[in-house]
């Protein structure tokens, strides 16, 4: 029962991250055509094109080069701009994280993820890689030191979950995109103002100059409303998966005070992650940026948010705590099933 | 042409059914090495917390007794059903010598049994994880030869209902433990 829910969830994934990478070469496809009409190296002339498209070329070379590039090492380039390490049994407390993640994977039937760390007091964690056979989970210093055993299994327990239903590969995918559209967008405006603007002397008609200019005016607006909508993207996947893997947690430690009591604890911490960047924070199992993580709630808060409020997902696993067999959500029908089998 | 098309829907059916049959057999084995595997790996550690703790827990003896000597059955035990009488004693004298540990505070100062008690503590778990996941592919694969109509290819081909691990009643009863002694709470 279990397993199957993760296959399909696996299967969605899959397809997702199959959408974006396409939306994604559209979106350079997109921006490197306009810019080739901006820059006047092709032109549409009594309905034939002429001249040869070389931005939209090397923008759809990039794009593809970057996907190929973050399916394949996306997990190593997050984890350097966290600047995380390799951690290695070297305190006891190590030690337990090490044998957590483990038991983790075991309860979750997944190889284990190979363990990172990050220097940082604020307690937070987060999963990537492209499959669980290549997935890491990393964790700040500040998780290792202020969490009970109890609680890192309830939080490493939702890192699995994100690892056994493929999430880690398209919120790894949309990281790196994230970064590749705000480069992208950054790229057309030097160009735009400081370069091949109307530069290349090719007579045309007024007619064909209007339209020249309300081409570049597309160009500018996509590539300023590009990185918005991509965060804003980002934002929408991670949301819905949050409540989903913090229900599978519970499912694997059969335990919701776990995860309850590992929330509650960090809800009441304020110190923000220094190395939570807007590209990465959608990974986190906890909003790691300042002044974003309140329960503030309605349309405009959620659309601006990577996470669900902190305290609505504390109520539901106050709900599954409290109400036993009250099968508030599909994870407590799971559990208690597989529990009394 | 109708007919054909059918006969190799048909086929291909009982082709995917059946593989699917044999995966989840596979993976109920599997899991069950898994259980194997930690059984093993707590068979290793007694002798070695036994003999870090000994020195410090003269009083204990009926305890420490009662560990070595649910291992020694388990070791040699001459079948299935026996072995697991004897594991499940093992689970319940360790949780009470963890219990007892807690009134000797030398021990808390004692690094290498500090480092053999989380061993324990991270097998314990595992062994309880590992359970757990048997439990839930058994269940995975009982559905499936019992529901129709993979049951007709089930019972065809000699497929037969695995048993799920059940532990010692009073074994039950608890819930996961955090056997460190350690409260690291900032």
């Given at each position: 029962m279990a397993s199957s829910n993760f296959r399909s969830l696996e299967a969605t994934n899959r397809r997702e991250t199959a959408v974006l990478v396409v939306a994604f070469m559209l979106l350079f496809g997109a921006l490197g055509l306009g810019l080739d009409f901006a820059a006047r190296d092709i032109a549409i002339i009594d309905g034939q094109l002429i001249g040869f498209p070389v931005l939209t070329i090397a923008a759809l070379v990039f794009a593809g080069i970057e996907s190929i590039v973050s399916y394949y090492s996306g997990a190593s380039l997050v984890l350097l701009s966290v600047h995380a390490r390799p951690l290695t049994p070297d305190t006891p407390k190590h030690q337990m994280v090490l044998d957590v993640i483990s038991e983790m994977a075991t309860a979750a039937r997944m190889p284990a993820p190979k363990p990172y760390l990050i220097d940082d007091q604020s307690p937070n964690a987060f999963a990537t890689g492209r499959d669980p056979a290549h997935s890491v989970i990393c964790v700040t210093q500040g998780l290792v030191d202020q969490m009970d055993r109890e609680e890192l299994q309830g939080v490493i327990g939702h890192e699995m979950s994100h690892v056994a239903d493929y999430d880690i590969r398209t919120m790894m995918m949309i990281a790196v995109m994230v970064g590749g559209i705000a480069m992208l967008s950054d790229f057309v405006y030097r160009w735009m103002f400081f370069g091949g603007f109307g530069a290349r002397g090719r007579s045309n008609s007024g007619r064909d100059n209007q339209a020249a200019v309300l081409i570049t005016v597309a160009v500018i607006v996509l590539a300023a409303l590009a990185p918005i909508f991509s965060q804003l993207l980002a934002m929408a996947v991670s949301r819905q998966r949050e409540y989903l893997a913090d229900a599978s947690s519970v499912e694997f430690?059969?335990?919701?005070r776990a995860l309850l009591r590992a929330l509650e604890h960090i809800a009441k911490i304020e110190s923000p992650l220094k190395q939570g960047t807007a590209g990465t924070a959608?990974?986190?199992?906890?909003?790691?940026?300042?002044?974003?993580?309140?329960d503030s709630e309605g349309f405009l808060a959620n659309l601006f948010s990577t996470h669900p409020p902190l305290g609505r997902r504390i109520a539901r696993l106050q709900a599954l705590l409290g109400a036993a067999g009250a099968g508030t959500l599909d994870a407590q029908a799971d559990a208690d099933t597989s529990a009394s089998s | 042409m109708v007919f054909l098309i059918i006969v190799v829907a048909i086929v291909a059916w009982v082709v995917f059914a059946y593989n699917r049959l044999v995966s989840l057999r596979n993976q109920v084995d599997n899991s069950w090495r898994q259980i194997d595997v930690q059984l093993k790996r707590r068979h290793d550690l007694i002798p070695n917390l036994i003999e870090a703790v000994k020195g410090y827990m003269q009083f204990e003896r009926d305890t420490l007794t009662q560990v070595v000597e649910a291992r020694a059955k388990a070791v040699s035990a001459p079948d299935q059903a026996s072995r697991m009488a004897a594991e499940s004693q093992i689970t319940t004298g360790l949780g009470k010598l963890m219990a007892v540990m807690e009134?000797?505070?030398?021990l808390k100062a004692d690094g290498n049994v500090l480092k053999l008690q989380e061993e324990l503590t991270t097998t314990e778990n595992q062994i309880a994880f590992a359970r757990q996941a048997y439990n839930d592919v058994v269940l995975d694969l009982n559905t499936r030869i019992q529901i129709f109509p993979t049951n007709l290819i089930a019972s065809n081909f000699g497929f037969k209902a695995a048993e799920y691990f059940k532990g010692a009643p009073e074994e039950q009863a608890v819930p996961k433990v955090d056997l460190s002694m350690t409260t690291p709470r900032a």
């Open positions: 430690t059969r335990n919701p959608h990974l986190f199992i906890v909003n790691p940026r300042e002044g974003i993580r309140e | 009134n000797y505070p030398q």
